[in-house]
């Protein structure tokens, strides 16, 4: 079976990055016939994805925000030996909406159950046998493995409960680090969604990406006994395991031979080198992607990769402090390196997140008494330290 699609673009993978490409795409650009293919049964799967209003641009919150499942004025993290509350927007966006506000585009073509088995600059081939073509051809198929990086992971197991009395949170608390630290650092991570309903995530820094789902579920019952709370019922589950770099070689990675086929969200490699998060990179894309005159996979691919290219280049900081934080400090005391980072103030903090500190802000993130060993920190400062540790 075989035939060729009409489409302007196709957007293959129907993650977050794409399924925010056709929502701006769609927007701007309403003459354009757009394709999303997903190999699941719905485009965004099932994620919660959060972020601070302070990641995005003035303009990316305008058509982001209504978006949102669920806002707050302020958040908290909470480690043994500091605890705070930062006064400031947190927003958090789940695949369900996403997969509403996709699927609810008028024109635009959403095929699941569609797995690719190999895209090209202008052709995609399904795995049943279909050819499909376009003159924009965008990957968003996820992380995948490559020679040019150095990995740690951010890996969560999360369930959204009903409980049986109201939990009593105002507001998001981000980390709470007071945890039996173990498997690198942990911290239990809370988004209460209404008066009895609480998304609690059982999260770790870890060298492995390998996820023991009963463990963190016992994890998880334990945390919210320990809380005082009961639950009346599990309305979902969800679990991620997201990229942590250390050290990166950009050109091994996304090769300059491969810069015609266009890449999108973590396959882009488009974002926070320390916290995994994509979401505002995904903002900024499509909402740049959709001003670009020539929507080609020969133009398109390069300006990406040259994008990406960039952002790594600005994120070096954030590799180094992944350096210092899984190869100078003891897992067990790998926190201390969050609950120094969490005395800086605020638009430090912001700036952090939003993956745009300046040197400044370098210098006040690496000042004060050092969280870990001083002789071990300055072996992690240079990128080789990673191959090291990774040996």
Known sequence: MSGRSDSDVLLVGGGLANCLIAL?????????????LEAGPAPGGNHTWSFHGSDLRPAEREWLLPLADHGWSHYEVCFPERQRRIDGRYYTLSS????????????????????????????????????????????????????????????????????????????PLLMDATVA????????????????????????????PDLDAASLRSNIQSYVSTRGWGAREIIREERGVLPIVLDADFDSF????????????????????????????????????????DLSS???????RGRAQRRWQAQRLFRMLNR???????PAERYRVLQHFYRLPQPVIERFYAGRISLNDARQILSGRPPVPVLRALRCLPPSASRIGAA
């Open 96 to 171: 369900t909406k996403l997969a509403q506000a996709v699927s609810a585009l008028p024109g635009v073509e959403i095929r699941c159950e569609m797995p690719a088995l190999h895209t090209g600059p202008q052709t995609v081939q399904l795995a049943d046998g279909q050819t499909l073509g376009a003159r924009l051809v965008i990957d968003g198929r996820g992380a995948n493995e490559s020679a040019g990086l150095v990995l740690r992971y951010q890996k969560f197991l999360g369930q959204e409960l009903r409980l049986i009395a109201p939990h009593g949170l105002t507001g």
């Open 24 to 36: 701006r795409l769609h927007a701007l650009r309403p003459e354009l016939k757009l394709t999303l």
């Open 324 to 330: 210092m934080l899984f190869l100078a400090a003891a």
């Open 181 to 208: 630290q173990q498997d690198g650092y942990r911290f239990v991570y809370l988004l209460p969604f209404g008066p009895d309903r609480l998304l609690v995530e059982d999260t770790y820094y870890s060298d492995t």
């Open 254 to 293: 996304w090769p300059l031979a491969d810069a015609g086929l266009p890449r999108s969200g973590l396959r882009a490699g488009l974002f926070h080198h320390t916290t995994g998060y994509s979401l505002p990179e995904a903002a900024a894309l499509a909402d740049d992607l959709a001003g670009v005159a």
């Open 298 to 304: 020969a133009h398109v691919g390069p300006w990406i």
